[in-house]
């Protein structure tokens, strides 16, 4: 066994590095379409302490968690475009709140009605869940650390979150062979799109490569803003972690108003990923497969969840009038996040596509914040 924390890190980049490789490669990405590549990079660490090539317990993995997650958030958030957000007007706002809402009222409500059949710590993994069903997968695993969820909790909520929200996102799709009858029943305004796509554009341009001429800059900022963020959370929390995330996302957003949310053209979001599936690994590491037995009826709460997400945007949808299109790209915004929510709108109106972008990267801003708020309402209902 590898007791060494240089060798156990090693290891941990390794499987990051083979995964995210052949998840990209034209040759074997089509085997990463699902489960998906953040499924493996969780579940292969854990197969690999599970053998005992790495132990369980370490202190590396703590210490990966501290300094890689605050400096993963900052670089995601930091690249945000606020203003371009806010072009997105009342109609697309309003259905992606109502999203949120029904996740944020769902939660509870799930926990409150499988009570009895749920585990003692089932509250935690919808608080995660949550943060990933309006956010994403950066939000998830802040939030997973932010509240200390049993690793026997968080990876029946992995399985959760991949069978779930596929199953949704194809749904979604499918309901595009309905959206003349939908917007005809519903007396959709369609004046809503075409206003939409007209105020709205994408010009985001992701940086793939890294400039080695920024990359210095790029890592200070995520580590020296990790730093910052620990020492604030341990004068006004008493160094608890979840005060650390809440500072790293702040800060994140708050240097997104200025020129440094430039360095997204030179891989910034591209490094900030590379912290978090680091983190993700860390975590996999720790965990085992104790809690499968529990995933049939976690997933029966998060199929309960997710139709009371859909209750909602449906009602926002039937009273604002709101065509089906929208209300579709708003949902995967939410439960799916950036990566595939443009996907669903392309499938609606290809116009679509950059609203969906916009939507989902409001989620990833929000999703931390209003996870915690949602896990402590979970605990409160338990």
């Not at 932010?146 to 990876?155: E, G």
């Amino acid at each position: 066994m590898i007791q060494n924390p240089f060798g156990i890190f090693c290891v941990l980049l390794l499987i990051e590095a083979l995964i995210l490789f052949f998840s990209e490669s034209q040759k074997t990405q089509k085997f990463f379409r699902f489960p998906p590549a953040l499924f493996w990079i969780y579940f292969i660490p854990m197969l690999v302490s599970g053998t005992g090539v790495i132990p369980r317990d370490h202190v590396i993995y703590a210490k990966i968690t501290g300094t890689a997650l605050p400096a993963g958030l900052i670089l995601l958030l930091i690249v945000t475009d606020i203003k371009a957000i806010l072009k997105l007007g009342r109609p697309a706002l309003m259905m992606m709140f109502a999203g949120t809402a029904g996740i944020m009222v769902g939660a509870p409500a799930v926990i409150a009605i499988l009570k009895p059949w749920l585990p003692a710590d089932a509250w935690s993994g919808f608080g995660t869940l949550s943060a990933s069903w309006i956010g994403g997968s950066a939000n998830m695993v802040a939030v997973k650390e932010a509240i200390r969820t049993p690793d026997a909790i968080f990876f029946p909520m992995i399985v959760v979150d991949t069978v779930v929200a596929y199953s949704w996102m194809g749904m979604l799709i499918l309901l595009e062979g309905i959206q003349k009858k939908y917007d005809a029943w519903n007396r959709s305004d369609r004046g809503l799109v075409e206003d939409l796509v007209r105020r709205t554009s994408c010009e985001k341009a992701a940086g793939k490569n890294f400039s080695f001429q920024y990359l210095p800059l790029i890592l200070a900022i995520a580590f020296g803003g990790g730093w910052i963020s620990n020492k604030l959370a341990g004068a006004v929390g008493g160094g608890s972690f979840a005060w650390t995330i809440i500072f790293a996302s702040t800060l994140g957003i708050l240097l997104s108003f200025t020129s440094f949310r430039k360095l997204e053209l030179h891989g910034a979001s591209r490094a900030g990923y590379l912290f978090l599936f680091l983190v993700l690994t860390s975590i996999g590491a720790r965990a085992s497969l104790s809690g499968i037995l529990s995933a049939p009826i976690l997933i029966a709460g998060g199929v309960m969840l997710v139709l009371i997400h859909g209750a909602f945007i449906l009602i926002v949808s039937r009273v604002a009038r709101i065509p089906l299109c929208l209300a579709a790209t708003a949902s995967q915004a939410n439960i799916g996040g950036p990566a595939s929510a443009p996907i669903v709108a392309a499938a609606y109106e290809p116009a679509l596509a950059p609203v969906g972008l916009l939507l989902g990267i409001l989620g990833n801003v929000m999703g931390t914040y209003l996870g915690l708020v949602t896990s402590q309402l979970c605990r409160w209902v338990s």
